[in-house]
């Protein structure tokens, strides 16, 4: 049923933690690699995160029967092209991007007839590049496949396979609803901490200083999320920015409502909110999808 | 130089981490406690959080050299009430309320004549009550003490010590200045997180099951801050009102920007965004603020 040779296209968080998950738990299945990075490629090689990086992504795709590219979501069509005229004919082409429609698009416009199933392993860190990766960044978290109307059945579940190997939950969904949830569950979030840290740094009432000495009360948090990779995010906001401006405006709308609730004094209002929103923290915690502790237990305590 | 009487009133997280440190700390400084909940009373006997746990507020100052109220800060004036007969002259008053010029005249206007010195660790989690207290929650966090102008400069230098000694760097700065700046670092943000988290729950189009299942991908983040206690952050907002609503037309400002670069598929202003948070997080983990280990170390890898 699983993959012999897989080749992972982009070697950084992403492209790193599926090399070496694959090594921990598909011993079996040889691991090929390609970076744009010449600085990329040679730290791949140093850490090991597949068994061979290649020069060329044509290169790193011959005898592949599975290609992951792990590569900005606005690189894919590209990244793509290079590989068009070596691909394999079976071999299946999928992803890592937080975006889905977009990159469903661009893969099978660049691929026409290839077996393209998109995929994305809800998954990450704050840190990029090749040093970022580890074996079981998916380990219960979960891996959405995002397969066409149209798509094989057996490709798909030998894709879930393949990621139920390396430890993650899989989920099948349409494209266009994945970018809604994500939206929801991890773009707005993002550009939320993307803003927030600007406007404190911004500031001229408050020194950076002081933004940083007093960030325990909460900024803190925020500035690891702003700390994630410009390229990525860039990429993903302008490859689904339909979802993301329909879900800005819905949460715009309810900033406004307790803007005017602290404006008028309304702290029934207020309480009502902040009283609810404990519910769904404790059913993330009880489902395994964070760290029980207080603090995600980052205090020594 | 240091007290000889501490006593405590409420009995929850930061009022219990006081306790404790001061036992950890300052063994030779003897506690009393009270909290208006007879149940928490009951709790912080049985874990020991102070020295004495009182039946009364007036009984628990008695003799003491220094009272912190740990109470919620519109509950502040009310508990100050309760033991303004039976403070001792030469105490000083203290608390640890996260908005600073409502609470200063609170305190003052509740117990004229007394030493009342304002202050506020800029520590905690995201849990509440008798049972959340620990001893080290202050270490390598900081202390804002908020002295009016006419403050005796020796009442200053010993809540400093005693901050310093419960592993607290102190800062002092004017009671308006810290409403501002934690309006930035910790009132925004509270307000951010509790506004998505709500937004997220009320989707027609997207189940809460799939927001808790896909909430690794940045949205848990914020669900830590919103599982905070829901009576102190509605006073927070009740009490620092205006400086609240300033920063909270800034974030907007900028969230439009951001907004509308989206909508225009502005990629370069996205990205000049993205890539200059990175350094604001690199300064808060060089200082201590903030765990260095990618994702608060929270993944254990």
């Not at 793509?80 to 429609?101: H, N, T």
């Not at 700390?227 to 906001?237: G, I, K, L, T």
């Amino acid at each position: 049923m699983s993959f012999s040779r897989v080749a992972v296209i982009g070697l950084g968080l992403l492209g790193g933690s599926v090399g070496l998950a694959i090594a921990e738990s598909l011993p079996d299945c040889a691991t090929t690699g390609y970076d744009a990075d010449p600085d990329v490629r040679r730290r791949a090689a140093e850490r090991g995160l597949v068994g061979t990086v290649c020069a060329t992504a044509a290169e790193a795709v011959a005898g592949a029967d599975l290609i992951v590219f792990c590569v900005p979501v606005g690189a894919m069509a590209a990244a793509a092209v290079e590989i068009a005229d070596a691909l394999p004919a079976d071999a299946i082409v999928s992803d890592v991007g937080s975006s889905k429609a977009a990159v469903g698009e661009a893969l099978r416009g660049a691929l026409p007839g290839a077996t393209v199933i998109p995929a994305h392993p809800v998954a990450g860190t704050e840190r990029s590049g090749p040093d970022a990766g580890f074996a079981h960044l998916f380990r219960h978290r979960w891996c959405i496949l995002t397969p066409p109307a149209d798509a094989d059945p057996e490709a798909v579940a030998k894709l879930s396979e393949f990621w139920r190997a390396l430890g993650a939950n899989v989920e099948i969904m349409d494209a266009a609803h994945h970018d809604l949830v994500l939206a929801v569950t991890s773009h707005i979030p993002h550009l939320i901490a993307y803003t927030i840290v600007g406007t404190a740094s911004d500031l001229e009432e408050v020194t950076r200083g002081e933004v940083i000495k007093y960030s325990a009360g909460g900024f803190r948090d925020f500035t690891r999320i702003a700390a994630s990779d410009p390229v990525m995010w860039r990429d993903v906001f302008l490859t689904n920015r339909d979802a993301v401006l329909e879900m800005l405006g819905r949460f715009t709308e309810d900033l406004t409502a307790l803007q005017r609730a602290i404006r008028r004094g309304d702290g029934e209002a207020l309480f009502d909110l902040f009283a609810r929103t404990r519910e769904i923290r404790r059913s993330i915690v009880e489902q395994g999808q964070d760290d029980a502790r207080p603090d995600f237990g980052r205090s020594d305590h």
